[in-house]
């Protein structure tokens, strides 16, 4: 963990960074950060668009005339701001390895031709890794470098950040977690280390310190401009990060969604005033969060458990005692309410997963099935109980976590049944 708060760094670590080395973790140890990288390339968008070399409304097709996904209307249309904001409605989820030749990226575009709508473009959002290495070829089109290159001499180098790595042969230089996976008290060592470096711009492979992170975020509290005095994005830039894109379903652990950034109402006064992002790999999982008006930064780097009841905890300790705020309580089960079971029952899925809802004893219950290419990642199937809020959101705890989720059952199919079911930032389709 890192935090920086009245001017000032701190930094702990605890446990080990192999269960089966048992070498300790320290604040040196490099973690994977997941999609805090989306962050980072947003950033790098936001440089070629000062430099007039990217274009937020433009088609995407303007720089990637090849760009193609199956719906050949949204192809044509979609634009870098709806790749970068999730609301392209492209199917996000897609980790399909396109090798480790430098072209890696622009192969792993070429192979996004089949992908399918979630929705469309606009229509709301659904989180989409596949938008933001759609982005970062982008980059690399408008730089004439490779993405990695674009994000350690654009970015890490001028925050002096030298350990962050895009690479597995760049974090060997240092000492590195890896991931673990399974239920707390039960947990092994993945059997796969990284995601494909061909994901590399949603997030698949890069690596740093938590102390590295706290300083892009203390870039991004002060308009752009590095700890070491250098600027890195312009302050209109930062705030078009900052600037809403989207409003999410009211109850879900993300208020609104900029560029790249997650956006939170903390006090309830209509102004986001907390940004971020969390991210996860293979049994590894990150969370980002900073307050600019009162300059507080938090990371948390975790390779396996519970990580999210101790991030939850933890910010909050924090931000209250730093900032004077805190995440607002969450929401509570209506024990009360009376649901119409066939609004939600049924099957819902997109690229990664099914989920069946079935009512059971007045309550839903929800079976969480991971395809096969994500079965590793996702730790298996799921039997998750859900508690209703209200009509639309509901509360389940997964097996492992003490900590609940938020489901969105949203939209209607043309009846009185849900057509979406919203779980995990992710909008499953009723199929």
């Not at 995440?327 to 990664?352: C, I, Q, T």
């Not at 199937?381 to 859900?386: A, E, G």
Request: charged share 20%; net charge negative.
């Amino acid at each position: 963990m890192a935090v920086w708060a009245d001017g000032e760094g701190f930094e702990a670590a605890a446990g080990v960074c192999n269960l089966e080395t048992r070498v300790p973790v320290t604040s040196d140890t490099l973690f994977q950060i997941g999609s805090i990288t989306k962050l980072y390339t947003a950033a790098l968008v936001m440089q070629l668009v000062e430099e007039g070399k990217l274009d937020l409304e433009a088609p995407v097709r303007k720089v990637l005339p090849e760009f193609r996904v199956k719906d050949e209307a949204v192809a044509a249309r979609v634009t870098l701001r709806q790749l970068l904001s999730h609301t392209s409605g492209i199917t996000g989820d897609y980790f399909k390895d396109a090798g480790r030749g430098e072209d890696r990226v622009a192969r792993f575009v070429s192979m996004m031709a089949g992908l399918e709508q979630v929705h469309q473009p606009g229509e709301m959002f659904s989180y989409c890794n596949t938008g933001f290495v759609a982005a970062g070829r982008m980059i690399e089109v408008a730089n004439g470098t490779t993405w990695d290159k674009a994000i350690r001499t654009r970015i890490a180098k001028i925050l002096d950040t030298p350990a962050f790595s895009t690479l597995p042969e760049q974090a060997m230089r240092y000492q590195t977690a890896i991931g673990h996976l399974g239920a707390p008290g039960a947990l092994m060592v993945t059997p796969i280390a990284y995601l494909a470096a061909s994901n590399g711009p949603a997030g698949a492979t890069p690596m740093a310190k938590a102390r590295d992170i706290v300083t892009f975020a203390r870039m991004m509290m002060n308009e752009g401009v590095a700890p070491n005095g250098k600027q890195v994005l312009t302050a209109e830039s930062v705030h078009a990060m900052h600037l809403r894109n989207i409003i999410c379903p009211k109850g879900m652990n993300i208020d609104a969604i900029g560029l790249a950034s997650f956006m939170w109402d903390w006090n309830g006064n209509g102004h986001y005033e907390v940004f971020g992002h969390d991210g996860s790999t293979i049994g590894q999982a990150a969370w980002l969060r900073y307050h600019p008006e009162s300059e507080t930064a938090f990371c948390l780097l975790t390779n396996g458990g519970n990580g999210k009841a101790m991030a939850d905890a933890l910010i909050r300790e924090v931000f209250a005692a730093e900032a004077g705020i805190a995440p607002p309580e969450p929401a509570k089960p209506d024990p009360a309410l009376v649901l119409d079971a066939a609004r939600y029952a049924g099957r819902y899925a997109n690229s990664m997963e099914e989920i069946e809802v079935t009512p059971e004893g007045g309550k839903l219950v929800a079976m969480v099935t991971p395809s096969p290419d994500y079965a590793v990642m996702s730790g298996g199937p799921k039997r998750v109980v859900l508690e209703a809020v209200n009509t639309e959101l509901f509360l389940g705890v997964a097996p492992g976590m003490t900590l609940p989720q938020s489901w969105h059952f949203l939209g209607r199919d043309g009846g009185d049944r849900a057509l979406y079911l919203h779980l995990g930032v992710r909008a499953h389709k009723r199929v």
